[in-house]
C-alpha cells in the first residue's frame, strides 16, 4: 500500500472509476484505483443490463446525450463482442394514440440516423404477434421493433479493470479511503485502510479522483458537491421458460404508464424497472420493496395474461441505486437528468452522474478536468477502441463458437487460461444459466474473490439467476472453489452462512406488507 509517486488516485470500483483508471493508463499516468467494498458492489452490479441510447433522452430532447448513448453503444458492440450483445426491442401498439406512435417512429428514424443505420420498425399485428407471441392479443393493432443492446454490467467493470491492468494501471478491492491528505491547501493524497489485514497506509497523488457515484459526498476531507437525488431501480428475474421471450418487450404500464421491460438474459429473464426516491440511506444494500415488486408484477399481468404468470415464478429479486443529479423540484424521478457532472478543487476532481452505456466518454471528460491539475501532461483525449483487439481463445473439439465468444468478452486475455483450467465437465453449463462451471474455478483462484457473494453476485451472476441464490448447488460450488480460495471448512461455512443471509434480506421476494409506491 506504500505509494508516494502516483499521477492519479481513483476512489471508486464502478464503472465509472473502472473507465477512469483505464482511460489514464492509456495515457502515461500511474494509476491505483480503490474500492471500499468489491467491485462493481453498488449501482454497477444492479442496473437494468441495457448498453442503450436512450430513446427517453431523445423524447426529452436531450439530443447530446442521445448522440453519445448512440455513439458508445455502437463502439461497445464493435469493440466488446461477447460481453455486450445487440438486442432487439418489441413495443406493442394497442391503438390508443396514432400521434404518439408517429412520434416514436419519428424518434426512431433520428435514432437509426444517429447510428448510421436504416430499419424498418413497425410490423402489423399479425407479423408482431409472430414476433412476440405471448403478448395481449386483445387490441392488438401491431407493434414497432428496434435495436438496442445488453450486458453483464459487473463482468464489463472487471473487463475494463483488467484491461487497465493490462498496461500497468492497479485495482484493489475491499481498500476503503479512511480520509484526503492535504497539503499546502490542496489534497495531495489519502489514507487507505485494507481490509483483508487491518493495514492502514497514506498514498501521495498528485490528483485524487472521487469516482464514488451516489456515494459521492462520503469521502472524509472533500470540499462541497452537487446535490445528488438517489434514485433506486428495482428488478425481478424469472425462469425463461415461465416467461419466454426472443425479444425485449418494452410496455407502458397499466397504471401509471411509465415504461416497463421484459427482455432474456444470461439465461433468464429480466423485468424492471422501477425509479423511486431511495430513502433508506446508503451504507446497506438497497433492496426491493413490496410496493415495488407488485408494481411490476401488475405489468407482466396485464401484458401476459395468458401466462397467468404468479409471485413464486420469481426466481430473485434486485435493487440497484441510481446516482442521479438533484433538479430540486422533487418532482417525477424519471424525468431528472441522466447527465453526467465533473467538479474540482486543487488536487482533487469529483465526478457522478451519468449512466452505464457512456462510462467512455464520462471517463475523458473526467481527464480534461484532471488535465488542468497536471502541469506538463498532455495527451489525446479523442476516444479510441473500447477494448484492445483478441483472437478467439482455443476450446476442446465440439465447444461452440458462442461459448469462446463468450468467455473472451468477459476474460479477455484470460480467457484461454480459463479454459486450460477447466477440470472434467466444468465446461458444460450450469442449468439454468449461460455460465459454465469452469467461471467459478477460475474467478475463484484469479479474480480477488474475498467473500462468497463475490463470487455468486458479481464475478458470475449465480445468485440472481437461481432459486435461492443456488443454495442446491453449493455443495459442487464448494467442492469446486473452497481449494482455489485456500479456505478453511470453517471460513467456508461462516461465508456460506452470511451469503444466503445477505441473499434473504436483499435478493429473495419481500414479503407482503401495506406499502404504496411513490413514483
Known amino acids: 500500500m506504500k505509494h508516494d509517486d502516483l499521477d492519479i488516485l481513483v476512489i471508486g470500483g464502478g464503472i465509472t472509476g473502472a473507465g477512469i483508471l483505464l482511460e489514464a493508463a492509456r495515457r502515461g499516468l500511474k ?32 439530443l447530446r446525450l442521445t448522440r453519445e448513448s448512440v455513439r458508445e453503444r455502437e463502439a461497445l458492440l464493435r469493440d466488446a463482442p461477447g460481453l455486450v450483445e445487440a438486442q432487439g426491442f418489441a413495443f406493442p401498439d394497442y391503438g390508443n394514440s396514432a400521434r404518439k406512435r408517429r412520434s416514436f417512429l419519428a424518434g426512431l428514424a433520428l435514432y437509426d440516423a444517429m447510428a448510421g443505420r436504416r430499419e424498418a420498425h413497425w410490423l402489423d399485428a399479425e407479423a408482431f404477434r409472430m414476433l412476440a407471441p405471448n403478448i395481449r392479443h386483445q387490441g392488438l393493432t401491431g407493434g414497432i421493433r428496434y435495436l438496442d443492446a445488453k450486458t453483464d454490467d459487473a463482468r464489463l467493470v472487471l473487463r475494463v479493470l483488467d484491461e487497465a491492468r493490462s498496461i500497468g494501471a492497479e485495482a484493489r478491492n475491499y481498500v476503503a479511503v479512511e480520509h484526503l491528505l492535504r497539503e499546502g491547501g490542496r489534497v495531495s493524497g489519502a489514507l487507505l485502510r485494507d481490509a483483508r489485514s487491518g493495514a492502514a497506509g497514506e498514498v501521495s497523488a498528485r490528483v485524487v479522483v472521487n469516482a464514488t457515484g451516489a456515494w459521492a459526498g462520503g469521502i472524509a476531507g472533500q470540499g462541497g458537491a452537487p446535490r445528488l437525488r438517489p434514485l433506486r431501480g428495482s428488478h425481478l428475474v424469472l425462469q425463461a421458460w415461465r416467461l419466454p421471450l426472443a425479444q425485449a418487450v418494452s410496455l407502458m404500464h397499466p397504471v401509471d404508464g411509465r415504461p416497463v421491460f421484459a427482455f432474456p438474459w444470461e439465461g433468464v429473464t429480466l423485468v424492471g424497472t422501477t425509479d423511486v426516491d431511495h430513502g433508506e440511506g446508503l451504507a446497506v444494500e438497497a433492496k426491493v420493496t413490496r410496493a415495488e415488486f407488485d408494481y411490476l408484477m401488475a405489468a407482466l399481468r396485464a401484458q401476459f395474461p395468458q401466462l397467468q404468470l404468479q409471485d413464486g415464478d420469481v426466481l430473485a429479486t434486485y435493487a440497484g441505486v441510481r446516482p442521479v443529479l438533484d433538479s430540486g423540484t422533487r418532482g417525477d424521478p424519471s424525468r431528472e437528468t441522466r447527465e453526467h457532472l465533473v467538479w474540482d478543487e486543487p488536487g482533487l476532481v469529483a465526478v457522478t452522474g451519468g449512466k452505464l452505456t457512456t462510462f467512455r466518454a464520462i471517463a475523458l471528460d473526467t481527464l480534461r478536468i484532471v488535465a488542468r491539475q497536471l502541469p506538463g501532461w498532455q495527451a489525446d483525449l479523442a476516444p479510441g477502441p473500447v477494448f484492445a483487439p483478441l483472437a478467439l481463445p482455443r476450446g476442446p473439439r465440439g465447444l461452440p463458437h458462442g461459448v469462446l465468444q463468450r468467455l473472451a468478452g468477459r476474460h479477455g486475455r484470460h480467457a484461454q487460461a480459463l479454459l486450460d483450467a477447466a477440470q472434467d465437465g466444468e465446461l458444460e453449463t450450469i442449468p439454468g444459466t449461460l455460465t459454465p462451471w469452469a467461471e467459478l474455478r477460475w474467478a475463484a483462484r484469479s479474480e480477488a474473490v474475498l467473500r462468497l457473494e463475490d463470487l455468486l453476485l458479481r464475478r458470475t451472476r449465480l445468485g440472481i439467476q437461481l432459486r435461492a441464490g443456488g443454495q442446491t448447488l453449493l455443495p459442487r460450488i464448494r467442492a469446486i472453489c473452497q481449494p482455489e480460495l485456500g479456505w478453511s471448512d470453517a471460513r467456508w461455512e461462516a461465508e456460506q452462512a452470511a451469503y444466503l443471509g445477505l441473499w434473504q434480506a436483499h435478493y429473495s421476494l419481500p414479503c407482503t406488507g401495506t406499502e404504496h409506491l411513490h413514483a
Not at 36 to 50: I, N, V, Y
Open 31 to 62: 494509476a491505483l484505483l480503490v474500492e471500499q467494498r468489491d467491485f462493481a458492489w453498488g449501482t454497477s452490479s444492479r442496473s437494468s443490463k441495457l448498453v442503450h441510447g436512450g430513446l427517453r433522452y431523445l423524447a426529452e430532447g436531450r
